[in-house]
C-alpha cells in the first residue's frame, strides 16, 4: 500500500511554544489530506480538511488560528500548533488518499505531542 | 455526517478463541476500513473493504453495504492480536473524510 510518512513522532514543547507536524505522502500525490486528534482512551477525531493549494477546512469547534494547516505541495501537509498548552497535549494523525473516489485512506505513525 | 458504532466495546479472549467485532455505519459509504492500532498508537491497514468478503491468514472481514455493517473476524487469536481495533467509513457526499467508531478493545491473555 501507499507511505504516509509523518514527522515528529513524539515532541516536548513548553507552554506558550509552537510546534510543527509534517505529513508526507511518499509515493502518491494526494491532493487531499486530513488531520485527526486522539485523547487517551478515545477515538479519533477529524479536526480538518488540508487541500492542497488552498485554505483548509475545519470541523466544528476546531481553531483554525490555533491549529494552522498549511497544503504546499501535492506530497506534503503540515500542522502548527500555536502558543501550545497543557490541554493541546494529544496524539496527533495525518492521512491522505491516492486521488479520485472510493480509494483507500492511508495513516501517518502519528505525533505524540506534551506540552508541558 | 457520518455515524459509525462499533461493538463490543471491550472482548477478552483467552489465546486460541475466536472473535467477531462489529461496525454499522448510519448511511451509504463508498469506504470502509479496518485498523489495530498497536501501543505505540500507530495504526495498521487491516482491510479496505466498502463491499465484499477479504481474508488476510487469520483476519477476514465481510462488509454488507446494503444493510450496512462490516464485521471483522480473527481466528485463532493470540496475545500479540490484543489492541484497539477501529472501523472508519466515509462517503464522497461527506467529501472523503473517514469518521472512526469508538474501537473495540480487545485483550487475548495466554
Known amino acids: 500500500g501507499a507511505v504516509v510518512s509523518q514527522h515528529p513522532s513524539r515532541v516536548i514543547c513548553k507552554s506558550g511554544t509552537s510546534v510543527k507536524i509534517e505529513c508526507r505522502s511518499l509515493d502518491f500525490q494526494a491532493t487531499t489530506m486530513f488531520w485527526y486528534r486522539q485523547f487517551p482512551k478515545q477515538s479519533l477525531m477529524l479536526m480538518a480538511t488540508?487541500?492542497?493549494?488552498?485554505?483548509?477546512?475545519?470541523e466544528q469547534g476546531v481553531e483554525k488560528d490555533k491549529f494552522l494547516i498549511n497544503h504546499a505541495s501535492l506530497t506534503l501537509s503540515t500542522l502548527t500548533v500555536t502558543s501550545a498548552h497543557p490541554e493541546d497535549s494529544s496524539f496527533y494523525i495525518c492521512?491522505?488518499?491516492?486521488?479520485?473516489?472510493?480509494?483507500?485512506?492511508?495513516f501517518g505513525q502519528g505525533t505524540r505531542l506534551t506540552v508541558v | 455526517g457520518i455515524q459509525v458504532e462499533q461493538s463490543p466495546p471491550d472482548l477478552i479472549l483467552q489465546e486460541g478463541a475466536n472473535s467477531t467485532l462489529r461496525c454499522n455505519f448510519s448511511?451509504?459509504?463508498?469506504?470502509l476500513q479496518w485498523f489495530h492500532q498497536n501501543p505505540w498508537g500507530q495504526l495498521i491497514n487491516l482491510f479496505y473493504?466498502?463491499?465484499g468478503t477479504k481474508q488476510n491468514g487469520r483476519l477476514s472481514a465481510t462488509t454488507v453495504a446494503t444493510e450496512r455493517y462490516s464485521l471483522l473476524y480473527i481466528s485463532s487469536s493470540q496475545t500479540t492480536d490484543s489492541g484497539v481495533y477501529f472501523c472508519?467509513?466515509?462517503?464522497?457526499?461527506?467529501?472523503?473524510?473517514?469518521?472512526f467508531g469508538d474501537g473495540t478493545t480487545l485483550t487475548v491473555k495466554p
Open positions: 472508519a467509513a466515509a462517503s464522497n457526499t461527506n467529501a472523503g473524510k473517514s469518521t
Open positions: 473493504i466498502p463491499s
Open positions: 492521512s491522505a488518499r491516492d486521488p479520485g473516489p472510493n480509494t483507500e485512506a492511508f
Open positions: 488540508s487541500n492542497e493549494g488552498s485554505k483548509a477546512t475545519y
Open positions: 448511511d451509504s459509504v463508498n469506504n
